[in-house]
């Protein structure tokens, strides 16, 4: 398991730290769209709105992809 800011630098470089639904749904190998509302409306992906957009902090894709380490593991 990679630490958080590893993870961080080397999964989705080419994406920015805030990601729209669409680029998200990318991340996770071309779900759908409604897959994607449904993981958010879940709170499967943390996010955040601002306006009527919907934003994601890369940091959330990652951690629900479960690739960093849990800071509750010993």
Do not use: W
């Not at 920015?16 to 639904?21: F, I, N, R």
């Not at 996010?47 to 934003?55: K, Y």
Request: glycine share 6%; with cysteine; charged share 25%.
């Amino acid at each position: 398991m990679l630490k958080t800011n590893e993870a961080y630098k080397l999964l989705f470089p080419e994406y920015p730290d805030v990601v729209t639904v669409k680029q998200m749904c990318e991340m996770l190998g071309g779900i759908s769209d409604k897959t994607g509302y449904r993981l958010l409306h879940s709170g499967e992906i943390k996010s955040f709105t601002i306006g009527r957009c919907i934003r994601i902090p890369k940091v959330h894709v990652i951690d629900y992809l479960a690739v960093t380490e849990s800071v509750c593991e010993n």
